[in-house]
């Protein structure tokens, strides 16, 4: 799950901290496999943004993967 | 799935049985491959195939007697294949090829051939291609034995002088004009010096063979018909000494294998008889459907007693069926989608079960199957595939092995239709008793919400001693996912209810939920809507079939409900159609896509399933399960409910309606239960508000039925954002991205204020949990 953060620009922001996002340590988890992975995120209150193509993309073929296990 | 259960599976599935040809030639050649070959002109390959059983391909190309010929699926149309002439086809275009042989280091245990016939020819061949010394006795002047009968233009001598060339290259000494029987050749003295001795000396020679064995308690010679071993130890003995005068080249070659085996197995002090396999001439099991096979007599060759030409072998060679099975793998969409058959498929659920470590390979194919049956009712010796499966998906329930993603939907949309939103058990208005009730089921209170009521009223008015209304679901989902304590629970939720009914017969109009319910409970008066309407009357209405055709469909799980084929068949006819039988119905129907949840689990099989049965007729179809309907409209086939009928809505716009959206389906679900409960009981219900008020594009609405996200779910998460102000902002669009996590899977959503309520743009989710 490397390259999560490739997009350019980053325009999202945080609205309660008024806050663009940068990238952090995020945990994911599914069936008892829990792995750390570079997201982006608010640097303020650590809210998690998990962009569309990540989420149908590599983590759906993680699930996949994780469920097949 | 134990490995004795896997066997006994395995070995139910045919479709790895030899041809009757094959099994039916004492050596197993192997016809359909030769008969391939030569329809694609590599003679080459042919031969290889022949010669890798025979030893003496070019003798057995001219003199073969052909026993293969006997059990040729063709004789049951005309005539059988002509095998050996396309065997002398290889022959004669290759026979002459150099011979490539490879031996191994050559071995200290030495053999005896006694005879040099075919047979005792083909032990000689058979050891010494293994790297054992082979010294043949001959009592003649030449090899070959009796098929030096056949004249030369039956079998060319030049022929068989390049068959045996291959003697040239093993190690065989070929010792002619050698009687063995007496004096220094005495049977004694050659076993004495010989690690095992093979007497192959033909018929006549029997007396004289007995003479030899006068010292054995027999006092005669003895074979053992299954190792060709005699009474002597390390004496074997075959051919027409063993067969007699009805001996064929064939047979002798045969014997020739079968002591070449034991010889082996005697050397290396290995069991004679453990696991030898098929030897010899057999019939095999192999079931052929010849039916649409087209009749055209065996080919003849231009000129008797010449080969074919190129063009006659490859037409003959066209004849052959090539036999195989594949009786279910015909007709179903999911077992060809795995490009193999249940003999394969077995073994591979059972590895994917008995996996501990490592990847779970088979998981689709197990939750793909539709559990129809189907392959049970055409399979020869009844192999059904869905229970393998359902068998295989409980297991991985039960060992927390089944994949959560796979049936978590209609999981979920189960426990909707069983929750207070859709659950409903009453006496008829006005009553405090049932001698029926009628139990619609989810699905055709999720397409058909107003059906529901009209028949229900339609019930109330003609049902003495009250008609009962149970909403709910039947606990499928739960059955064909493999959750087999759900479908318990469930079934004993429906007992329940039924018990505070007063426990009367119930009247179903789906038949998955007849099924489930017999299933579940296995003395429950329970009895199809349709044969319950066919057996009392319609309702009076004006009925516009015009004669029109319909073609039926049968639902895969009322398969062998014979009473309900009628009875829907008969509602038609009264409806004023005329009834078309599709290819494969009644007890041979095929499932309509959403049988086992296969449309979960793999949604391109289930489209190729809907896409398979919905091209089999022109006519617009007729069903009598609202999913079966449901999924032929969704690929664009004009399709009826059996409903549409009996209401006399039989246009344009009930047989072209697509399937409401999953959103749609629980809400009609629920609106039907609130309606039901003012209009009928006349009870006051509030309304259930949703949380925040959406608006959502057309766009967004195919968006989420493509990834199963239900208005309810963004409704969630909307809330959520806006209560916690948890939310992103894209400054580009200025539209609120934001997620909420009710259960198992994450929701994303994109949206915006609109008005009083809000308008959504987009939505994904994953199941991988944000933990920090």
């Known amino acids: 799950m490397k390259d999560n953060t490739a997009q350019s620009d980053m325009n999202i922001i945080c609205v309660k901290c008024n806050a663009v996002l940068t990238i952090g340590k995020v945990t994911l988890a599914y069936m008892g496999n829990s792995f750390p992975v570079d997201l982006y995120k608010c640097p303020q209150c650590g809210l998690v943004y998990i962009p569309e193509d990540l989420a149908l993309g590599k983590m759906n073929m993680a699930e996949k993967a994780l469920e097949d296990k | ?772």
Request: glycine share 8%; with cysteine.
């Open chain 2, 1 to 772: 799935m134990d490995q004795e259960r896997l066997y006994e599976l395995e070995s139910m599935c045919i479709q790895e049985c030899p041809p009757g040809c094959t099994a039916g030639c004492p050596v197993h050649v192997d016809v359909r491959g030769i008969v391939t070959a030569v329809r694609k002109g590599d003679y080459p390959a042919g031969f290889a195939i022949l010669r890798k059983t025979v030893p003496f391909p070019g003798i057995i190309s001219r003199i073969c007697t052909e026993p293969c010929k006997n059990s040729c699926k063709r004789n049951e149309l005309d005539e059988s294949i002509e095998v050996r002439q396309l065997e002398r086809s290889c022959s004669d275009k290759c026979g002459s090829a150099e011979q490539k042989i490879l031996l191994p280091p050559l071995k200290s245990q030495k053999i005896a051939v006694i005879g040099a016939g075919l047979s005792g020819l083909t032990v000689a061949a058979d050891m010494a291609g293994k790297g054992f010394p082979v010294a043949i006795f001959e009592a003649g002047n030449g090899i070959g034995g009796s098929i030096l009968e056949f004249s030369e233009e039956i079998l060319p001598r030049g022929l068989m002088e390049s068959d045996f060339s291959i003697f040239d290259k093993l190690p065989v000494e070929i010792k002619l004009n050698a009687a063995a029987g007496k004096d220094e050749l005495s049977l004694e003295l050659i076993s004495n010096e010989y690690d095992a001795v093979y007497i192959g000396t033909g018929y006549e020679s029997r007396t004289a063979a007995d003479s030899w064995f006068s010292g054995t308690p027999e006092k005669r010679l003895v074979i053992d018909s299954g190792t060709l071993l005699t009474n002597i130890p390390k004496v074997f003995a075959g051919g027409s000494l063993r067969t007699g005068e009805s001996r064929t080249a064939v047979d002798s070659i045969s014997d020739g294998k079968i002591a070449a085996n034991s010889i082996n197995r005697f050397l290396q002090n290995a069991s004679l008889t453990a696991s030898r396999g098929k030897e010899g001439s057999y019939n095999s099991i192999l079931y052929t459907d010849i039916s649409g096979v087209k009749t055209s007599p065996a080919v003849k060759a231009y000129e008797t007693g010449r080969g074919y030409s190129e063009d006659e072998a490859r037409r003959e060679a066209e004849r052959c069926i090539l036999c195989q099975c594949l009786e279910c793998v015909k007709k179903c969409e999911y077992l060809a989608n795995y490009k193999a058959y249940p003999k394969k498929y077995v073994r591979e659920v059972y590895n994917n079960l008995s996996i501990v470590m490592g990847i779970h390979h088979a998981n689709r194919m197990i939750n793909s199957c539709a559990l129809c049956g189907l392959c049970k009712e055409l399979c020869p010796n009844s192999l059904d595939m869905g229970e393998v499966c359902i068998d295989a998906r409980r297991l991985m329930v039960d060992r927390g092995k089944m994949p959560p993603s796979t049936h978590d939907f209609p999981l979920r949309d189960m426990a909707f239709s069983n929750s207070e939103s859709f659950l409903l058990s009453k006496h008829q208005p006005g009553m405090n008793s049932s001698s029926i009730v009628f139990f619609p089921g989810c699905q055709l209170g999720a397409t058909y919400p107003s059906y529901v009521k009209k028949i229900y009223e339609f019930l109330c008015e003609k049902t003495e001693g009250g008609i009962g209304l149970m909403l709910g679901c039947c606990g499928a989902p739960a059955f064909w996912g493999g959750q087999q304590k759900l479908f318990e629970d469930t079934i004993s939720g429906f007992s329940e209810r039924l018990k505070s009914l007063g426990n009367p017969s119930v009247v179903t109009a789906c038949p998955s939920c007849s099924y489930m319910l017999k299933l579940g409970i296995p003395d429950l008066k329970i009895e199809s809507l349709w044969s319950y309407l066919d057996r009392t009357g319609l309702p009076e209405i004006s009925r516009n079939g015009s004669g029109r055709k319909l073609a039926v469909h049968d639902s895969c799980v009322s398969r062998y409900d014979k009473d309900l084929h009628e009875s829907v068949r008969s509602i038609i006819r009264k409806s004023g159609f005329e009834v078309e039988e599709l290819p494969g119905n009644r007890e041979k129907t095929t499932c309509c896509g959403y049988g086992g949840l296969m449309i979960y689990a793999d949604r391109e099989v289930a489209r190729r399933v809907i896409g398979r049965r919905i091209n089999e007729s022109e006519s617009d179809y007729i069903s009598y399960c609202s999913m079966c309907r449901d999924n032929f409209a969704s690929q664009g086939k004009r399709s009826y409910h059996i409903l549409d009928l009996i209401f006399s809505e039989t246009d344009d716009s009930s047989a072209t309606m697509k399937m409401p959206g999953l959103s749609q389906r629980q809400e009609s679900r629920a609106r039907l239960k609130t309606s039901l409960l003012r209009e009928l009981w006349g009870e006051e219900v509030k309304d259930e508000l949703p949380e925040v008020k959406l608006t959502i594009p057309e766009r967004v609405q195919s968006i989420m039925e493509d990834r199963m996200i239900l208005a309810s779910d963004i409704s969630k998460v909307v809330a959520y954002a806006e209560n916690t102000g948890n939310r992103f902002k894209n400054t580009l669009t200025g539209n609120y991205i934001a997620y909420f996590q009710p259960q198992r899977v994450t929701y994303w959503v994109e949206y915006s204020p609109d008005g009083d309520s809000f308008l959504i743009h987009n939505t994904y989710s994953h199941r991988l949990e944000i933990t920090d």
